[in-house]
């Protein structure tokens, strides 16, 4: 504190009574000391404030001089640092230097030895050129072309072995797998006939199933669709019709009705409702017959029932049923060899003819039938075009679909598996010839049907029809057959023209 300042406050200042000052042993009232008293407090306050001022200020600077003498340390330890780094960067960059002047000489030489390549290449090129007489674009061309070649008959003689190899061994095997697969699949031939013959032991019944006045007879074939032949056979009522389910129902009705003896119009219409449920019995076991043979479980039920009608179904006097037994099979065996889908090929194979069941409904060919059923049941549409391709009139999409053919024509082709009379053979076949002729006429040199009506050969005169004009007349040959002829499977037709020039050397 300043002794000035204190003696003002103690003696010069009127406003101020007292003055307050802090010792070690209170607090004093100071206006009764005296002034020299005072000035000797003063002055001690101040020494010792002097001496603590001192004392601090003296700590301070020994800690100032350590701190200044740390950052001394510090700053010499980090230059002897620097000067290590740089002499480590000065060593480096000579290093660097070096290199960068080694690789400059390099630079130099590989440019030189360039150079001299490019030179001896061009003085190679022209001599070269001069040897073979050919020049780069020439040689370069030649040397293409050869190669080339070369390729081209590297691969065809490898095509060519591995075609000699391929036919050596296909037809060896393709007849071995359908060898095999008829072998596993041989059958017994029941042909189907379109009458029935109920034996009757004595010539009484004949009257009761005539009737009065031919009553019951007409009422059971009008019940039936079937004609009943009483004639003069003496143990034997004959039913003839062309539809064997409703041949098959008439047969078990009137056994029933014979077995009875109660024969009126009545009982014939009772007896044929029996027939009619019993045969429904029996169309759904013989269609499940077919799908277990086809692996088919989960098969529609109408479906099922619609397969199931095969059995009353003929072709050429074979049993549809019998014939799509044998099909599945053949199927089988020929996709099991060929790698093919099993499972598909006997469905479609259980499938393909099921549509000559509806042929008197539906004025279509009975494969495209088979078709439109598989759609409307929603199968797979791999699986559709199987079923109505095994005519080959609509392309095959699938190797199965093939199979399938094959199957079919296998089952419908082997000795003994069909039948036709000679007359209806004859008639068919003349009726395509001439179906050729009446298109035809005067342009037609020979027309020949082979392969029992599945083929025409149709030779027209060369001065007659042009090569333009022939599709056209096997188009025209084709609708003719088709509008006018009866026939199974398919006729293809081959519209051929021959140009021949003949001179007699004398």
């Known amino acids: 504190m300043n002794i000035g300042l204190i003696l003002a406050v103690a003696g010069g200042s009127a406003f101020l009574t007292f003055i307050v000052l802090k010792f070690g042993l209170g607090w004093v009232n100071i206006k009764n000391i005296p002034q020299d008293r005072i000035e000797k407090i003063a002055k001690d306050i101040l020494k010792k404030r002097f001496s603590d001022a001192e004392e601090e200020i003296e700590e301070m600077r020994e800690r100032e001089d350590k701190r200044i003498k740390q950052i001394r340390k510090e700053n010499t330890e980090h230059e002897e640092i620097l000067i290590e780094r740089e002499k480590k960067l000065n060593k480096r960059s000579k290093l ?122 007409r009422a059971f074939e009008k019940l039936t669709g079937v004609d009943v032949i009483v004639d003069e056979s003496p143990d034997a009522i004959a039913l003839s019709s062309f539809d064997p389910l409703r041949r098959e129902i008439a047969y078990v009705a009137l056994s029933k009705l014979i077995k009875d003896g109660r024969i009126h119009p009545g009982s014939i219409e009772e007896a044929v409702r029996k027939a009619k449920n019993e045969i429904s019995t029996e169309i759904k076991k013989n269609g499940q017959i077919l799908a277990d043979e086809a692996g088919w479980p989960g098969i529609d039920m109408n479906l099922l029932k619609l397969v199931g009608k095969l059995k009353y179904r003929t072709s050429y006097g074979q049993s549809l049923m019998t014939h799509t037994i044998e099909v599945i099979r053949i199927g089988a065996v020929l996709a099991a060899e060929l790698g093919a889908d099993v499972d598909l090929v006997k469905k479609a194979c259980l499938l393909h003819d099921v549509g000559k069941v509806l ?148």
């Open 96 to 217: 660097l230097d070096d290199k960068s002047e080694e690789l400059e000489e390099r630079e130099k030489s590989l440019k030189s030895f360039a150079q001299r390549l490019e030179k001896d290449k061009g003085r190679l090129e022209t001599e070269l050129e001069r040897i073979s007489g050919l020049t780069k674009t020439e040689a370069r061309e030649k040397l293409m072309k050869e190669v080339d070649e070369d390729l081209v008959n590297y691969k065809a003689k490898k095509i060519r072995e591995a075609e000699k190899k391929a036919e050596e061994v296909a037809e060896d095997k393709a007849q071995h797998i359908l060898v095999e697969s008829m072998q596993r699949i041989a059958t017994d031939y029941v042909g189907d006939n379109t009458t029935a013959t109920i034996k009757i032991d004595d010539d009484k019944v004949k009257g009761r199933v005539i009737g009065k006045e031919g009553r019951n007879i």
């Open 359 to 506: 042929t008197h409904k539906i004025d279509s060919p009975h494969h495209h039938i088979s078709g439109q059923i598989a759609r409307k049941y929603l199968l797979d549409d791999k699986l559709v075009n199987a079923i109505e391709a095994h005519h080959l009139d609509i392309e095959p999409q699938s190797v199965e679909a093939v199979i399938v053919y094959i199957a079919d024509a296998i089952s419908g082709s082997r000795p003994g598996a069909r039948k036709d009379s000679y007359e209806q053979y004859i008639q068919r076949i003349e009726g395509i010839e001439n179906a050729a002729k009446d298109i035809g006429g005067d342009k037609l040199d020979e027309v020949f049907a082979i392969r029992a009506g599945r083929e025409l050969r149709v030779i027209v005169k060369p001065s007659h029809v042009s090569d333009g004009e022939m599709t056209v007349l096997a188009k025209d040959i084709v609708e003719k057959i088709e509008q006018t002829q009866s026939y199974p499977g398919n006729v293809e037709v081959t519209v051929i023209r021959e140009t021949r020039a003949t001179k007699t050397a004398k």
